[in-house]
């Protein structure tokens, strides 16, 4: 819990770290954690606005949390809710208001909005005290919207949102609401990026790239734990990891649309030139600005590499697609494919989240692969494929997987159920 130094301290610095953040989804995330911290709450969730109506984007809660086992995270369903004066969400976003209600479940009959109480029923979760407040753009534009839940004294009771608890967090909001605009910026200009790939092969589209983005952080952030990496240095790699994977692809703008969408199989000489995507994909990254650049270029060259070595495209230097020194073959070549650990662990994990993806997912040539057929190829390729210790890591973190897929579907369509996470209050 802080104190009113920490607080103050900590507002001082909280656009520097937020604007440290390039990826929106990793950017909510420490939103949503220290919004909850200024107030000690609880729990918390982050709607973004589409349209005219509000996607539940993101949410966490310490009850809940702490009755799973260690290392296991909370599985919730995103949602929408319509912005109007009907929910508590849609209420602030269509008004612009901060709402501040003591108790959720004593709301008068006489307002517009309700309290929905599923989720409270089906997790046994008790919610009181709530306080919504809109993220509004430089032109008062509503971005989204952040609900902190079940405000606690120091000895974990409940308590009311207190009014120095809401010019706070209206001043953490104005700071959060910038850093948000900015990152919403960043991610539009990736996807016109794969747009622009995907008119190229239709195979990369924006959700696509989500789930292997997905996938990519979940196989990461437990990689990383099992090392004992530091927290500070598993954000910073989170973050530019997101993005990378989405543009793992990218370098495929360069290829003929002869062989991209060539509908029978590649001849080989085909089949070579197809490889130089993951060249000209580290070429675009290839006067690195930023650890994001870097980690695309990363991604982009050698997510096509197995741990067995007969990937591609090798010992080659992306910008001069000449051999490595030091890594020519007798016929002055590039080595064959990178092996196990010199493939950089970025690769690695984007390698394991393109491969399912694609055998999940629906093709022009073929119908998406039930879940047990893709896990099965996924199991069979560890030692050979996929580094062994990831696909471990991966069938571990499948039920995480399948959200990440739902929420990101073709149809970008978002189901709501209930019994997981319903907190269209």
């Known amino acids: ?31 949503l954690t220290r919004a909850r911290q200024f107030v000690n709450a609880d729990a918390g969730s982050i709607y973004i606005r589409e349209g005219n109506r509000l996607d539940f984007t993101y949410s966490q809660n310490d009850t809940l949390q702490k009755r799973l086992p260690a290392g296991e995270k909370l599985i919730y369903s995103t949602f929408s809710v319509p912005i109007d004066p009907t929910s508590i969400a849609g209420y602030a976003a269509a008004t612009g208001k901060m709402l501040s209600i ?14 929905s109480k599923k989720f409270d ?16 753009s430089s032109k008062k534009d509503v971005l989204g919207i952040l609900q902190i839940i079940n405000a606690q004294d120091q000895e974990k009771r409940i308590r009311i ?6 010019k706070v967090m209206l001043h953490f909001a104005g700071i959060a609401a910038v850093a948000l605009e900015r990152a919403q910026m960043t991610r539009s200009m990736i996807l016109r990026m794969i747009r622009m790939a ?69 001849s080989f000489e085909e089949f070579e030139i197809m490889k130089q995507h993951t060249i000209h994909g580290a070429r675009l990254f290839s006067n690195p600005q930023s650890d994001y650049d870097e980690a695309a270029a990363i991604i982009a ?22 051999p490595i020194p030091g ?19 970025l690769g690695r994990i984007v390698a394991i989240a393109d491969v399912y993806d694609a055998l999940s997912s629906k093709r022009s040539y073929k119908e998406p692969w039930d879940e047990s057929r893709s896990i099965e190829i996924i199991s069979k390729g560890a030692g050979t494929h996929f580094d062994p210790e990831l696909v471990e890591i991966f069938l571990e973190r499948i039920a995480l997987i399948r959200l990440i897929q739902e929420r990101y579907s073709e149809s970008q369509v978002e189901p709501l159920t209930t019994a997981e996470h319903d907190v269209s209050k």
Do not use: C
Not at 161 to 166: A, K, L
């Open 301 to 322: 060259l050698n997510h096509h590499e197995k741990w067995d070595g007969t990937g591609y495209p090798g010992h080659v230097d992306p910008i001069t697609g000449k």
């Open 102 to 115: 003591p108790d959720v479940y004593k709301l008068s009959p006489t307002k517009s909005y309700h309290f």
């Open 198 to 266: 995907e008119m190229r092969d239709p195979k990369e589209t924006g959700a696509h790239v989500n789930r292997v983005a997905g996938f990519s952080l979940e196989l990461y952030e437990h990689w990383a734990k099992r090392r004992h990496i530091d927290q500070k240095e598993i954000d910073k790699t989170r973050d530019v990891l997101r993005m990378g994977a989405m543009l793992h692809d990218v370098g495929k703008v360069a290829t003929s649309d002869l062989i991209l969408k060539k509908p029978a199989q590649l």
């Open 1 to 31: 819990m802080l104190n009113e130094k920490q607080k103050l301290d900590t507002l001082m610095t909280l656009g520097i770290e937020l604007n440290r953040i390039h990826d929106l989804d990793i950017l909510l995330e420490r939103v």
């Open 121 to 136: 029923r089906a997790s046994g979760y008790v919610t009181r005290s709530m306080l919504t407040i809109p993220l509004m």
């Open 161 to 166: 949102f207190s009014q120095t608890d809401e």
């Open 327 to 345: 890594h020519e073959s007798r016929n002055g070549g590039p080595l064959p494919g990178k092996k196990q650990e010199e493939i950089p662990i």
